[in-house]
């Protein structure tokens, strides 16, 4: 079973900028057989897809208020994960969660991904 830990959340005013990471640990695969994923979780509201990218790099930006100020990544070196987040709005405040499922991507939806981390909160204020 794979565990996974995000960290870069904070509190930032608008238009400013964070980069969080994922870093993943498993005994049993590398990292490179994971497609993994980015998902956010604000106050009342359900947990909602924002980025993602499969076992080739395949990219796939959720959220279409995200694209152009967000950027997904991966270092299979580093087994870690990373969101780019530029020009942050306080609507972009939420937890932040690191999904990850073995094999083919798992694209936009909650459900596809078996192994999830503890998320880390993103606070923007205007």
């Known amino acids: 079973q794979v565990q996974l830990v995000e960290s870069g959340g904070g509190s930032v005013q608008a238009g400013g900028s964070l980069t969080l990471s994922c870093v993943a640990s498993?005994?049993?695969?590398?990292?490179?057989?994971?497609?993994m994923g980015w998902f956010r979780q604000a106050p009342g509201k359900e947990r909602e897809g924002v980025a993602n990218?499969?076992?080739?790099?395949?990219?796939?930006y959720c959220v279409d208020s995200v694209k152009g100020r967000f950027t997904i990544s991966r270092d299979n070196a580093k087994n870690t994960l990373y969101l780019q987040m530029s020009s942050l709005k306080p609507e972009d405040t939420a937890m932040y969660y690191c999904?990850?499922?073995?094999?083919?991507?798992?694209?936009?939806?909650?459900?596809?991904?078996?192994?999830w981390g503890q998320g880390t909160q993103v606070t923007v204020s205007s």
């Open positions: 999904a990850a499922r073995l094999g083919a991507a798992g694209y936009c939806i909650r459900n596809a991904y078996n192994y």
């Open positions: 498993d005994s049993r695969y590398t990292y490179d057989v994971y497609s």
């Open positions: 990218i499969d076992l080739s790099g395949g990219i796939t």
